[in-house]
């Protein structure tokens, strides 16, 4: 499984974009990238997953490199309810034995 | 449908005890995973079940630990004789097998403490 680098801690105001960074460069190349989030007291839950081509849904937007070796999660307006620990997770696809890493802790402040 | 649960939230054992969780998936997923959570750490995959079957066992995952899913509905995850080493969050995730394979829905988890 490719190995995974993201900043141990991030701060942001509320209400205002948050970009977080994932380096993946040993990613091959039938490998999806996912993000999961958990919040305080909770397990994780999935915010999004791409493969190559920029994603975005109702939660977040993926910002994929061209070539693939690192990706970022960006949050359009931060909320307090945002505050989480963000994983970036490369993995196959249909191969679902996930690895988490440590993530990166976002704070929020009001 | 209420999502993933998980049974009991917390557990305190003496060492050297028997424990045993319960994890409830969603009902019409038929994957189901166990992962362990210490302090300050991602969550670590133990292993996982495709309807009843076991397919993947963790390496880390050491001969004292034992999972069933008899029937393939509801899983158990038993550790005998624990150490103080096995005190962390146990958490239970649940999928389909299908087209959204990728999301897993994760359960709260239950807190073990080995005294």
């Known amino acids: 499984d490719a190995k995974t680098t993201q900043p141990n801690s991030m701060e942001s105001n509320e209400e205002e974009p948050v970009h977080l960074p994932c380096n993946h460069s040993?990613?091959?190349?039938?490998?999806?990238i996912h993000w999961y989030r958990q919040l305080p007291s909770q397990g994780p839950e999935y915010v999004i997953h791409?493969?190559?081509s920029n994603v975005n849904n109702r939660m977040a937007s993926l910002a994929i490199a061209e070539d693939r070796k690192s990706s970022t999660l960006i949050l359009h307006r931060a909320t307090l309810r945002d505050a989480a620990v963000y994983y970036c997770?490369?993995?196959?696809?249909?191969?679902?034995?996930?690895?988490f890493g440590s993530g990166t802790k976002l704070n929020v402040k009001p | 449908d209420t999502g993933v649960s998980q049974d009991p939230r917390h557990k305190i054992t003496k060492r050297g005890q028997n424990v045993t969780f319960r994890c409830d998936p969603i009902?019409?997923?038929?994957?189901l995973y166990w992962y362990r959570q210490t302090l300050g750490q991602g969550p670590e995959f133990l292993t996982y079940?495709?309807?009843?079957?076991?397919?993947?066992k963790s390496r880390l995952l050491s001969d004292r630990f034992s999972a069933e899913r008899p029937k393939g509905s509801f899983s158990t995850l038993e550790i005998q004789r624990t150490e103080q080493g096995d005190s962390a969050m146990y958490l239970c995730?649940?999928?389909?097998?299908?087209?959204?394979?990728?999301?897993?829905?994760f359960g709260p988890g239950t807190r073990l403490t080995v005294t």
């Open positions: 995730a649940s999928s389909t097998a299908g087209g959204r394979s990728y999301e897993q829905y």
């Open positions: 040993t990613i091959s190349g039938t490998d999806y």
């Open positions: 791409g493969l190559t």
């Open positions: 997770i490369p993995i196959k696809y249909n191969f679902n034995k996930f690895y």
């Open positions: 009902s019409e997923h038929n994957r």
């Open positions: 079940f495709q309807n009843e079957a076991q397919l993947e």
